[in-house]
């Protein structure tokens, strides 16, 4: 999802910026600075200094405040740059205009839960999954629901999602410590089931989710890890002590 949300924000700046060329109705006097910040802009992208790229912005909405499409290309620089806190109050300004542009709603949820903002992310992928339908949007909920102990909505959710022949295909990215893995959403949501049975004392329940999971995905690390320690807590410990590495 992260992946597809930076291909669009490239696309996007550089066609709100072409649209930017031909409407904006600039003054004679700033057309040559404009055009000029809108160069250093694009070379900026294209070196990837998203740095340099934010300046140019700021200085074409100054020169031209009624372009509203350089707030859409400053969002997604603010997104890819990972500053998550202006991503929200100006997610919030462009949503205030206009509520139905899911796309802006999405980066606000991520970036919502990123700050670990999980009730305020949690009513934001509500919204969007309400029109989306989304596998992956009702897999967050799931995950923010858990988070908050919300375990009946929770448990709901991801029996849609497992319900759903979809998840057999779609994938989601899952931070495991070190890396992310790319998780089969399926396997991801037997994983859930599996922790919270763990957390209701239903040893034997987990284990058999976690077991689902892993015949999805073999190699899902962290279902592997938690298959481990259900087996560890479930059998006696062996007489001699594992050997720390």
């Known amino acids: 999802m992260l992946k597809y949300l930076l291909i669009t924000f490239f696309t996007l700046c550089f066609i ?8 904006s109705t600039i003054s004679p006097k700033d057309t040559a600075t404009y055009r000029m910040e809108r160069d250093v802009y694009f070379n900026a992208l294209k070196y990837s200094d998203l740095n340099v790229a934010k ?11 009624l372009d509203k499409s350089l707030k859409d290309s400053l969002l997604f620089i603010y997104f890819n740059a990972g500053s998550f806190g202006q991503c929200i109050l100006l997610s919030r300004e462009l949503l205030a205009e206009n509520p139905s542009r899911n796309n802006i709603l999405e980066i606000k949820a991520i970036a919502e839960q990123n700050l670990g903002l999980v009730k305020d992310a949690l009513v934001s992928y509500e919204k969007l999954f309400s029109e989306s339908k989304n596998l992956f949007h009702q897999y967050q909920i799931a995950v923010l629901q858990y988070q908050l102990k919300r375990y009946g909505e929770c448990n709901q ?27 089969i959403l399926k396997a991801a949501a037997y994983n859930i089931r599996g922790v919270m049975q763990l957390e209701g004392k239903r040893d034997e329940e987990a284990k058999a989710d976690f077991k689902e999971a892993l015949k999805i995905q073999p190699d899902f690390a962290l279902a592997l890890n938690n298959i481990q320690l259900v087996e560890k807590k479930v059998k006696p410990s062996p007489a001699k002590p594992s050997v720390k590495k």
Do not use: H, Y
């Open 157 to 183: 959710n991801i029996s849609d999602i497992i319900k759903d022949d979809k998840s057999l295909s779609e994938k989601v990215n899952i931070n495991t410590g070190q890396e992310n893995q790319k998780v």
């Open 55 to 65: 300046g140019a912005i700021f200085k074409m909405m100054a020169i031209n405040p």
């Open 16 to 23: 709100s910026l072409s649209n930017a060329q031909t409407k």
